[in-house]
C-alpha cells in the first residue's frame, strides 16, 4: 500500500454522523482513516453511511481495539495531537507526508493521560468565540487536514 497523504486518527468517536463526514473527507484527500474503540455507535449505523454517503465504499480505514493496539502498530509514525487543551497553533505543526493527525472524541476529548505524555505534540485550532467549549469533531479534522494540505501543495 502507498503512503497515504494523511492518516486522520479518531480516539474513542461518539456521534456517526461526523465520523461518516471524516470518512467522506478522508476519500476526498486520499488520506486514510483510524478508528480506536471503544466507537460510540455500530460500525454498520446508518447514521455513519448516511453521513459518509456513497463514499464510504472508497475509505481506507481500519479499526483498532483499543490504544495501546494502535501505539504498538504505528510506534515509529509520526503523531500529532488536536485538542482544545493544546499548546501550539495548529499552523505551527510539522504536517509531512504519512502524518497521523490524531482527535479524541466529541465529549471529553482524549484520555486524560495523552494530556501530560504528548503535550509537546499538541496543536489547537485557536477559537476566539466567548459562547463555545469547542468545534464540531468533523470541522475541526477538516480544519487540521486542510492546513496539511496547504503546506503540502506540491504534492496534491
Same mark, same amino acid.
Given at each position: 500500500?502507498?503512503?497515504? *497523504?494523511?492518516?486522520?486518527?479518531?480516539v *474513542?468517536?461518539?456521534?456517526?454522523?461526523?465520523?461518516?463526514?471524516i470518512?467522506?473527507?478522508?476519500?476526498?484527500?486520499?488520506? #486514510? =482513516?483510524?478508528?480506536?474503540?471503544? $466507537?460510540?455507535? /455500530?460500525?454498520?449505523?446508518? &447514521?455513519?453511511?448516511?453521513?459518509?454517503?456513497?463514499? +464510504?465504499? *472508497? $475509505?481506507d +480505514?481500519?479499526?483498532? !481495539?483499543?490504544? /495501546?493496539?494502535f501505539?504498538?502498530l504505528?510506534?515509529?509514525?509520526?503523531?500529532? &495531537?488536536?485538542?482544545?487543551k493544546?499548546?501550539?497553533? &495548529? +499552523?505551527?505543526?510539522?504536517?509531512?507526508k504519512?502524518?497521523?493527525?490524531?482527535?479524541?472524541? !466529541?465529549?471529553?476529548?482524549?484520555?486524560?493521560e495523552? &494530556? #501530560?505524555?504528548?503535550? !509537546?505534540?499538541m496543536?489547537?485550532?485557536?477559537?476566539?468565540?466567548? *459562547?463555545?467549549?469547542?468545534?464540531?469533531?468533523a470541522?475541526?479534522?477538516?480544519?487540521? =487536514?486542510? !492546513?496539511?494540505?496547504?503546506k503540502?501543495?506540491?504534492?496534491?
Amino acid at each position: 500500500m502507498s503512503i497515504k *497523504h494523511f492518516n486522520i486518527v479518531l480516539v *474513542h468517536p461518539e456521534i456517526p454522523q461526523n465520523t461518516g463526514n471524516i470518512g467522506r473527507l478522508c476519500v476526498n484527500t486520499e488520506s #486514510r =482513516l483510524h478508528l480506536i474503540k471503544p $466507537l460510540g455507535f /455500530s460500525l454498520d449505523d446508518k &447514521y455513519l453511511k448516511r453521513a459518509g454517503l456513497d463514499y +464510504w465504499k *472508497h $475509505l481506507d +480505514w481500519t479499526v483498532y !481495539e483499543d490504544v /495501546s493496539e494502535f501505539l504498538t502498530l504505528n510506534k515509529s509514525s509520526s503523531l500529532y &495531537y488536536f485538542s482544545t487543551k493544546g499548546g501550539k497553533k &495548529y +499552523w505551527d505543526c510539522p504536517y509531512e507526508k504519512g502524518s497521523f493527525l490524531v482527535f479524541g472524541n !466529541e465529549t471529553s476529548g482524549f484520555p486524560k493521560e495523552f &494530556y #501530560r505524555k504528548y503535550a !509537546e505534540e499538541m496543536f489547537t485550532i485557536p477559537m476566539p468565540g466567548k *459562547h463555545a467549549r469547542s468545534m464540531n469533531l468533523a470541522n475541526a479534522v477538516a480544519v487540521a =487536514l486542510y !492546513e496539511g494540505i496547504r503546506k503540502l501543495n506540491n504534492e496534491y
